[in-house]
């Protein structure tokens, strides 16, 4: 085996790869064979660093250095000065965005600072095609030991006391919804992973599995040991086929391994694993719907219980957990209980992976400690609000979750508190807002995606929450009225009380919270016909002030409509009906003659 | 099984039930009726139709975060339940307003206005406002117009019970939920019309639609029209089933024979003759009894050429089900036309001469407890020169409407007879309209066309019942003749999988599509799964039966008659060109996925 010098670590997740790191992987990896280096340095794709906006990322080991925004024509520089002759190509290092200090090592990065990597351990790390890799970063050791050395009882025990919660939405303990499975009585048995990532902005579920899809083929043996199915299944959405790819090599090389299939180390343990691919709808991450999903029914959820752990996969039981919870298992069977119960709080044990988005500095994936506060997920790690703008809210939790604000800043995040907050924990899709964001606008950003997911199953979600949504849609026009807020909070809260799966009962949530929150600005919408954060197109208009004008018709030019008339050295002036109010006029004007009213 | 009870309180009074009922069940138990509008129990059937879909049944437990709908949520010990706290009710009436809010308002011209559960609930609940209406997107369909059966799904309120009944009770398969969110509605596949799917007609979904997204074709305007114009005859058969159900909707109780007043009121309503298919049934008799005796006679013989089981022909339901689900078995059904198309093609021939009207001239109408008969006359096996034999078939629903219409005091009628030489039936006729009927019939006239020896006895219980498959030996002196019988297309997807696989040792096997027979058929008035009406229903036909004083349809004089002067004998060349018929590869035609 070659003992290479240096590493490359090229990011080759879905994001790094739409702005080209195949090419410049392939670029790097011809340039080191060009100058002859090809013994002593080595280029390896690996998965997602979380660090995406700044993609692509490249870190070199064993400096620490980090390259973000490398183009594939970059490639010589970084071979010639940086591997030859040992000095870094300051350009494209990391600039801190708040004090503009360029960031020579990444352990100084804040970013990474207060991060605590568990489900994301391996990924940027090692290259996802290789179950060596996976191997030699003590993969695959959980499982030997699960079945060479403990009960099915004693692995569900450990998982209990660990505290490990499901980290797909409403947290429930996963150790014990194993100990369900295991005790339904039955033959035929399922694991399944429900990699059904929905969220708009959530991606952790599919970097992990680009990234590191063994930790997931491990988990679902070690619990397919536990609850006694021989058969795991993936419910996949089709459009991840990175993931699906990555997969489908890591199964065939757990297969080849012995990892899969018959008599797995020796110890008459079965197991395998096939995958399901979902159509993208929203609702079939609901477990009941991903389950009628896969045996090729209708994706809508169904009463429980039965819960899938009595009665799941044709009507077997079944163990469903989502990605990133059985990423977490063979790190706690391999370093205990104990250690994994030191991160985190009292009820909510171990990190959480989130998906940064919005306006802030440093947008990614990040895993950080429970209970660490919002203030420092967002002004330190997430490098704070870009532009300097200033911070107006944050949705936690997706669609279903909830906008917190200013005063919630210190809230420590774990599954409680968020919920007293009046957001949830969700998947981890955090979108951050600022001062140009009409919270309005925003809650009908969210109710529109929920309306459009709706499976139809249940009158609330199927009809309320469109009528909620046609409501938002007529105050941002400056049609609603003052009972509007009253009917957003009745219709909202029975939306909650009477649908039938989490998808409905946790819609009406943005609207709601942002109800409570930011109330200042429905009734500006209602009251003032006014959108405060100038977002609402029907209620502004753009109109040139007559002082200022000085008839250069470089508006009247600008306007792709041509709603602007006036002759040269006259006041120009807007025909409203005709305004798109895209705001060319006003970008164009040197002389702040155009205004919003 | 051992059944553990479970104590809980519902608005504070104590139920005791088993475990694993539910507290709508519990409730009811306890004398509260909580309403429900998607939920249906059709208990006879082993159906319980509960998606929780409609939300209207939410009641509140404490300790429980949000609402649970009674229909689908079990009890527990020491459960509390409230069914009508202020939270409930501003939800229930919360949830209606929604649905109306997407549901059209025309109920004054809906065909199921008066008999639809939602304007049911909208009255109980008392809504009069629809908040922000006007700003409300109605979700809207194309209408989709079938031979039978009328898609009007803007009604549609997805409470899926039509779903339940083509999928699970009938296995048809031709509705399903497409579409999501606001838009999503049942349909056949890719919204196609039903025209093209595998759908039989059989109606079931049509009698537990709570709305007027599914009504059968209307065909009583041009009734009217044709009743008024002096050019025509028109003249009418009634089935066996309508008799014993049509009083209902006149308020009489389930059971209540009203044959006399029916032919009172047909004749009230200008229809120049009245008959009856109980007459066309006893000609079914002889032809698809004689089928029956070749068949068996032959196959005794060992004539390879010959298969059994044979089966019932009568069911147009039945016979769309195996045309396009069963398309390699189509030589095995009996070639006998139904009772309908018999009488129709006797009408339009032998009785069109006898009156002396020509056939342009003579329309046929058919009282039908089916919707499957609406597209039954329309097979072009069915015709002359494009002239129907049966011109159209109207539903007991229809006709009852009609009665109302003309004013007619239904329940103060007197008794009257059905017309000759076609309205002269026997008891056998008549109970063609309940399951295992047509196959007891058979039998009490291949019994002695066989043995040549009179019947020890007439009644034959071990055919009849409400079991879903149910069989029989009987003994044809010495030979013993095995009878199955199926109702319900589930039922007979099994029977019929069974002989596909050779395991079946049937003689001759009578299906019925609806459950009950005809008496539970789509164009009944509607028993809201209650089966105990379809019990009343049958009681009244063996009863008819039983009153008759003749009761075997070779001894009908009337068919004798018609023999000797017209038809020859069974299975004559003229028979088999107007009696019989040939069954269609509809698997070709149907858009399959």
Redesign the interface.
Known sequence: MTDFKIHLLVCGGTNCRSSRSSILAEQLRAEIKNQGLDDYAQVVTTGCFGYCENGPVIKVIPDNTIYTQVRPEDAEEIVTNHIVKGRKVNRLLYKDPRTDKIIVDAREMETYKKQIRIALRNCGVIDPESIDEYIAKDGYTALGKVLTTMSPEEVIQIIKRSGLRGRGGAGFLTGLKWELTRQTPGKEKYVVCNADEGDPGAFMDRSILEGDPHSIIEAMAINGYCTGASQGLVYIRAEYPLAIDRLRKAIHQAQEYGMLGADIFSTGFDFDISLRFGAG?FVCGEETALIHSMEGG?G?P??K?PFPSVKGFLGKPTNVNNVETFANVPAIINKGTEWFRSIGTEKSKGTKVFALAGKVNNVGLIEVPMGITLREVIFEIGGGIKNDKKFKGVQIGGPSGGCLTEKHLDVPIDYESLVDAGAMMGSGGMIIMDEDDCMVDVAKFFLDFT??????????C???N??LH??L??ITKG?GKEE?IE?LI??GN?I?????CMLG?SAPNPVLSILENFIEEYEAHIRDKKCPAGVCKDLMKYEIVAENCVGCTACARACPVGAITGERKEVHYIDQSLCIKCGACMDRCKFNAVIIN | MNMEMVKLTIDKKEVEVPEGTTIYKAARKAGIEIPVLCYMDLGDLNIEHK??????C?VEVEGRR??A?SC???VYEGMKVHTHTI?VL??RQ??ME??L??HPKDCLICPKSGNCDLQELAIKMGVREI??QD???VSTYRTDFSPAIIRDMNKC??CRRCETMCNELQTVGAL??I??????VVAPAFEMDLEDSVCTYCGQCVAVCPTGALTEVDHTHRLIRDLSNPAKTVIVQTAPAVRAALGEEFGLPPGTLVTGKMVAALRRLGFKYVFDTDFSADLTIMEEGTELLDRLTKHLRGDKSVRLPILTSCCPGWVNFFEAQFTDMLDIPSTARSPQQMFGAIAKTYFADKIRVKRDNLIVVSIMPCLAKKYECTRDEFKVDGNPDVDYSISTRELAHLIKKANIEFNTLPDEDFDLPLGESTGAGVIFGATGGVIEAAIRTAYELYTNKKLPRIDFHELRGMDGIREAVIDFDGLSINIGIAHGLGNARKLLEDIRNGKNHYHAIEIMACPGGCIGGGGQPLHHGNFGILKKRMEAIYREDATKSIRKSHENPYIIKLYEEFLGKPMSERSHKLLHTHYVDKSKKIIYI
Do not use: Y
């Not at chain 1, 909650?496 to 039938?500: G, H, M, Q, R």
């Not at chain 2, 998606?51 to 209207?56: A, H, K, L, N, S």
């Open positions: 709808a209708r809508e169904t009463m219980p309306v459009d997911e709706s499976c139809g199953k249940c009158t609330p199927r009809i309320g469109k009528r046609e409501l849609i007529n049609n509007d009917r009745n219709l029975v909650k009380d009477t649908s039938l009962q | 998606p929780g879909g409609c939300r209207i939410v949000n609402l709908p689908s949520t079990e939270r501003n939800a919360t949830v929604l649905l809010s997407d908040h922000n700003i409300a997107e309120i997805m399903s939920a579409n999501r969110g606001f838009m999503s």
